[in-house]
């Protein structure tokens, strides 16, 4: 069983809906991350958050909100998202960031944009 | 650029064969080496790490290092069919040196 629950598993929604991505771990770790996965394609790192701050942003559109209200927690809110963001969003979790440590991942939150 | 390179497969391997995974990565200074398995439509699981050179084994998995050639294997032994899946190579020396996956090897092994 994952140590890091993200809910929803599932979303559906249109491009003009505002939802959230929620993801918890409880292993203690300082550091989070969200990544976005394509089918047939390897995980793309979005964010990284280190002790609660935004250390890496990869560029990415402002459609996409990350917030980390504390360690244990990590969220992505979502604003007038495009067909092409449909996607597998994967949380993560490492004791540190950049680290080389390993990485351990949520179950995912397969979204659908309309 | 810093990059990881699988072969993607698809690698057919029968029923108690060993099946072999490769990798090689071009970050000189990359540390730290993960492999993933992925099965369809879930969540990458993280299977084996290893950071130093020589063998690392766990029950039927051994990880291979050999950073002067910049390459890592996995050898899976007595491979099942419930081995079948997507197999990630991720090394270290991304932003900040977080990490860098590889595009995935599909591994099928037939009954």
């Known amino acids: 069983d994952t140590e890091v629950t993200q809910t929803p598993k599932h979303l559906v929604m249109g491009m003009t809906n505002k939802k959230s991505l929620k993801c918890e771990q409880h292993m203690g770790h300082r550091a989070m991350y969200w990544y976005k996965q394509k089918a047939k394609k390897p995980p793309e790192l979005m964010f990284v958050?280190?002790?609660?701050?935004?250390?890496i942003n990869e560029s990415v559109p402002s459609r996409f909100s990350p917030e980390c209200p504390n360690s244990s927690l990590l969220n992505l809110h979502l604003h007038a998202l495009q067909p092409e963001d449909s996607a597998l969003y994967l949380c993560?979790?490492?004791?540190?960031?950049?680290?080389?440590?390993?990485?351990?991942f949520g179950e995912g939150s397969r979204l659908t944009v309309l | 650029q810093k990059e990881v390179e699988q072969n993607s497969g698809p690698l057919s391997v029968p029923e108690g064969a060993i099946a072999s995974l490769n990798c090689t990565y071009s970050?000189?200074?990359?540390?730290?080496f993960f492999w993933y398995r992925q099965y369809s439509g879930k969540s990458p699981e993280l299977i084996m790490s290893i950071y130093s050179n020589g063998d690392k084994e766990d029950g039927r998995f051994t990880a291979q290092l050999n950073k002067a050639s910049q390459y890592v294997s996995l050898l899976i032994r007595d491979s099942q069919p419930s081995d079948s899946a997507t197999y990630l190579c991720a090394v270290n020396g991304g932003s900040q040196g977080n990490l860098i996956f590889g595009k995935g090897t599909k591994l099928s092994v037939k009954p």
């Open positions: 970050d000189r200074v990359s540390q730290s």
């Open positions: 958050y280190s002790y609660e701050k935004l250390s």
């Open positions: 993560a979790s490492s004791q540190v960031a950049g680290a080389g440590g390993e990485l351990f």
